[in-house]
């Protein structure tokens, strides 16, 4: 069980540019802890601490369209700039959310690559930080990945219609150029592979727990009661 699921994505930087100097990792994402939903993101923000404490300099951009209420980024661990982006409200503004976040970021992210230089983005979800990505990818030469954390890998359970099929074409070209998709499972690797026709590289990184906090415990457990903590989200 590997307490620090993200570490795999050095895999795609050659050893030299590690060796020479401190790798320097751009990340995009919706999930990330803050003032008004403290573990809200978690997943992206401890495996980012595991990845300091072995040398790798972060840089870390949340994001949030415009009409949503505004948050601050929370204490601890690694500091994230929350940035507000403008987006049509609703599913039918998913398709373009990432060219206007990309219009939001991208000399933001032009004057960071010339102070000091990026040499991997990773986007959480491929719309609309995926989508960013691969057009920063495309201006700046940086190679980026991208995570997939649920089985809507496409947005097309969010989306339906023609704004839908926008989603998952839009979707399609995020994940055929980037370097590697990252999946929870080995269920979403397949609806990956069979939505852009096994044009991309995956790799399955399970979510993960660190097992000396959580391990069994040494007595048999008298109760035949089990408690199950999670999110309850319609989608």
Known sequence: MSQHPQLPILGNIPTERRTARPLHLLTLTPFYPNDIDEVGGCFVAEPLDALGKVGVTNTVFAVQPFYRKTV?????????????YFSLPGGFGLPSAGA?????????????HTTAKIDLIHAHG?????????????????????????????????????AGQWCRRVSQR?????RRVICVSERVREQ?????????????VY????????????EPLRSQIVLSVGNLIPT
């Open 72 to 84: 601050r980024a929370s204490r601890g661990g690694v500091p994230a700039q929350w940035i507000r």
């Open 207 to 218: 979510n993960a727990v660190d097992a000396e906090s959580f391990s069994p415990a040494l």
């Open 174 to 178: 995020v994940y055929r150029s980037c």
């Open 100 to 112: 206007f976040l990309f219009a939001r970021i991208v000399g933001k992210v032009r004057q960071l």
């Open 192 to 204: 990956v592979l069979e939505g852009t026709g096994s044009h991309s590289r995956t790799s399955v």
């Open 126 to 162: 491929p719309l609309p930080c995926g989508h960013a990505a691969m057009l920063l990818s495309a201006e700046l030469g940086v190679p980026y990945v991208v995570s997939v954390h649920g089985l809507d890998a496409f947005s097309t359970e969010q989306v339906t219609g023609r």
